[in-house]
């Protein structure tokens, strides 16, 4: 590091939002890039610590304090090599990731807990602790840093590999995992087909994921130049509806299952018929489709402008809901969680350097609405078979064991309600049954050590193998996925292992 001790008067300063009486009249992203100059001091607060706990926590091992202190340096190249050596698309984590690094930066560190907790940043600030605690390093910032200016710089540039193996592996999905293991393979030298049953690539990044958050267009970015690094991308094809399962394991050396974890979990209480009541992600991927200029027809159209909108979950995607309410006009937005409000910063229960469950408070929750914690939902209650509100009740836990508070009932008024309550496991009509692939107890695909399911020659990784999970971890899914395909392949490979 340049200057070892600049974490000593530079203080965390994260990126600005755009102001809410603006943003939320349209679905343009709600971050703003800062200049240059701003990432590179950031960077410099990167404290040269003997033991980098951030590299430790983030599933791809990004080289954390390397590329910082060449970002301040103002050696982008060489921080761009070093970034795409673990990630292979940092312009989606730099903007979706929630960074475990940065809960696991040892300027974080706090062993003594002797005041009041400072709330900050979204309670990223620690309790200070005799001067030697300050906030984390914005490691996601910086690392948005580096590819945008790699990006504006000219330096990102296709490069197909200059000898095919001769093997042909086809790529199920193109969400972060698919993509991330295409790559990959790609880059050994295997000719790789992805199929995307949506009418474009992207999988959840494109149709799960707001605009506010992820404009599409840095999606189109990146799959334009994997298309002229010579990946096929084949959209608009359902394996195992329109295109015969058998038909992968006739034409493919390896087929590598990232299909998603797309099942939703139901909330299947008394009224749940009535109309008015959507899964979360139905609701996002049509709003997306919108945006995208696809037009919805009137009988089919989920939109809150002018409605009562309550969502059900408390989680990011409960978020989404919340921020494209608003952009939608709903008159009112409700979100409520039936866990109890997590803490605003660490406790015992949860020590440095682990990834702590706290409060979070999105850009969208900024935006308004109320947020509820430890309420029940035990009935949907309708009018002319649409819903116009919910009975709740209040609980406590005590444990694991969630106790309703006896006379705590009340109810809420909603004309428009989301489940945003998680997804139980991957589809299994179609492909997996197809293939007759062997599940886990959770309905997951089940896959040994290296990836390989119950079907010789195809493999699972990403949500579909793990479960609903973060995108970092479905980055790392795929790329060391890759490795073990590239292995089977060949006897061996050349590949990270993530």
């Known amino acids: 590091m340049k ?19 603006e943003r939320v009249k349209d679905f343009g992203e709600v971050a703003v890039l800062p200049p240059e100059e701003h990432s590179q001091e950031q960077a410099s607060r990167c404290m040269d610590c003997g033991t980098p706990f951030c590299h430790w926590a983030c599933p791809v091992g990004n080289y954390i304090p390397e590329w910082n202190d060449l970002s301040f340096r103002g050696h982008w190249e060489r921080a761009l090599e070093l970034l795409h050596a673990c990630n292979n698309f940092p312009e989606f984590t730099g903007r979706l990731c929630p960074a475990l690094c940065e809960y696991s930066c040892v300027l974080g560190l706090n062993p003594v807990r002797d005041r009041t907790p400072e709330v900050s940043d979204g309670c990223l600030r620690q309790p200070i602790s005799n001067g030697v605690n300050d906030d984390p390093v914005t490691v996601r910032e910086n690392e948005l840093a580096i590819i945008e200016h790699a990006f504006k710089a ?32 790609n880059h050994a030298g295997h000719s790789v087909v992805v199929f995307e049953r949506d009418d474009k690539p992207g999988g959840i990044l494109r149709y799960g994921i707001p605009d506010f ?107 989404d809901c919340v921020g494209t309410a608003h952009r939608q006009g709903a008159s009112c937005v409700v979100q409520i969680e039936v866990l109890p409000k997590p803490p605003e910063c660490r406790d015992n229960s949860c020590p440095w350097p682990r990834y702590p469950l706290l409060l979070k408070t999105s850009s969208s929750h900024e935006e308004g609405g109320e947020r509820h914690w430890s309420i029940l939902t035990k009935k949907f209650i309708g009018d002319a078979d649409r819903v116009k509100k919910l009975e709740c009740a209040r609980v406590k836990f005590k444990g694991k064991e969630m106790i309703e508070i006896p006379g705590s009932k009340f109810e809420i008024e909603a004309d428009l309600v989301i489940l945003a309550v998680g997804f139980v496991h991957p589809e299994h009509k179609g492909l997996v049954s197809d293939l007759k692939l062997e599940l886990d107890q959770c309905g997951n695909v089940k896959t040994n050590a290296d990836y390989a399911t119950s079907q010789k020659g195809v493999f699972s990784c990403g949500d579909m193998h793990r479960g609903q999970s973060l995108i970092v971890w479905a980055i790392s899914e795929g790329r060391a996925s890759a490795h073990a395909i590239d292995t089977y392949l060949m006897g061996k490979s050349n590949l990270p292992i993530i």
């Open 3 to 21: 200057d070892v001790k600049a974490f000593l008067r530079i203080k965390r300063q994260k990126s600005e939002y755009r102001p809410v009486c």
């Open 154 to 185: 000219g330096l990102i540039k296709p490069n197909p590999p200059k000898v095919r193996s001769g093997k042909k592996v086809a790529v199920m999905g193109s969400g972060p995992s698919g993509l991330a293991c295409a790559d990959q393979l």
């Open 213 to 319: 958050k992820l404009d599409k267009a840095i999606i189109d970015r990146r799959i334009d130049i994997l298309k002229k690094e010579e990946i096929d991308f084949k959209t608009g094809v359902d394996v195992g509806v329109g295109y015969p399962s058998a038909k992968l394991l006739q034409e493919f050396d390896a087929v590598a299952l990232a299909c998603g974890s797309r099942v939703p979990r139901d909330l299947k209480i008394e009224g749940r018929e009535l109309s008015g009541i959507y899964f979360a992600m139905d609701y996002l991927i049509q709003n997306n489709k919108r945006v995208a200029g696809v037009t919805i027809p009137k009988d089919k159209e989920i939109i809150a402008k002018g409605r009562r909108v309550l969502v059900i979950g408390g989680g990011d995607t409960g978020a």
